[in-house]
């Protein structure tokens, strides 16, 4: 009888963990988790006028990150207003995003 009631409790903590999981790799959670880092790269972004170019770049577990390139402007004076590219990079474990330069994205005149 005890082995039977920790066999059910063992597979409803099962099922609640595994529904959970499956909750959150909904595409309604993939939406939400995309825009919070679009969010997060543009507020770090130097930038004028930052805005994303393509969609973010998933990395698995084991380097848990999320890439995203950013197009904008460049707000110095002394660079005129010039085109410009970063690379943000979001730390999931931290929920923060890095920026750095990456104007060689850009094509070659």
């Known amino acids: 009888m005890g ?3 920790f066999a059910k409790g063992f597979l409803g903590v099962a099922i609640t963990l595994a529904a959970g999981a499956a909750a959150a790799s909904t595409p309604a959670a993939w939406k939400a ?3 919070k880092v679009v969010d997060a790269c543009v507020a770090a972004s130097g930038l004028k006028g930052a805005a994303p170019v393509g969609g973010p770049i998933q ?4 380097v848990p990150v ?7 402007r ?3 004076k ?6 410009g590219r970063e690379l ?5 474990k931290a929920e923060k995003a890095y920026v750095s330069e ?3 994205l850009l094509p070659s005149r």
Request: glycine fraction near 2%; include cysteine; aromatic fraction near 12%.
């Open 3 to 5: 082995k039977m009631m």
């Open 33 to 35: 988790y995309d825009k």
């Open 59 to 62: 990395y698995d577990d084991r």
């Open 66 to 72: 999320t890439a995203l390139v950013l197009a904008g």
């Open 74 to 76: 460049y707000p110095q």
């Open 78 to 83: 002394h660079m005129k207003n010039a085109p």
């Open 88 to 92: 943000c990079i979001w730390d999931r």
């Open 102 to 104: 990456a104007d060689q």
